[in-house]
């Protein structure tokens, strides 16, 4: 009986890596999905750069990422922070809570841009993930003001 178990756990453990693989985009789509507002930071500076709140600036925002393109891949270690991107919802109407009580954005999620090289972390809830992105999108980011 015990050698049906590990060979249960050990045949799904591989099955289960790849189902949670497969769908990288539908998790990048969904990262940035219902995004609210984003705070743009310089790394060295904690004061806002700029803010992107009106919802088709936000559209046109993500449409320039192309999350499709961007591929698995670790920054060098000595890589330069350059940018923090902060992402913000309203936070889910919880069970006795009005719909018409005041609602808050509540940071969901952030990613941070390297100099001159064009890698992300994206950071959402204790989950961090670091991209390789296009060049074109690393220059976007960069250049975004």
């Not at 919880?94 to 950071?123: A, M, R």
């Not at 989950?127 to 003001?145: D, Q, R």
Request: with cysteine; charged share 35%.
């Amino acid at each position: 009986m015990r050698k049906v178990y590990k060979f249960v756990v050990l045949f799904s453990i591989p099955i289960l890596l790849i189902a949670c693989s497969v769908d990288k985009d539908a998790d990048l789509d969904s990262a940035f999905k219902g995004t609210q507002k984003i705070d743009i930071f310089l790394s060295h500076n904690k004061e806002v750069l700029t803010t992107i709140s009106d919802e088709r600036d936000i559209a046109d925002f993500v449409k320039e990422l192309r999350l499709d393109d961007w591929k698995i891949e670790k920054a060098s270690a000595d890589a330069t922070v350059e940018k923090q991107f902060k992402l913000y919802q309203t936070e889910t109407v919880k069970i006795g809570k009005s719909s018409s009580d005041k609602k808050e954005l509540k940071e969901v999620g952030k990613f941070i841009t390297y100099q001159d090289i064009p890698y992300v972390d994206l950071h959402i809830k204790n989950i961090k993930l670091s991209f390789k992105v296009p060049e074109e999108v690393g220059a976007y980011l960069s250049n975004y003001k």
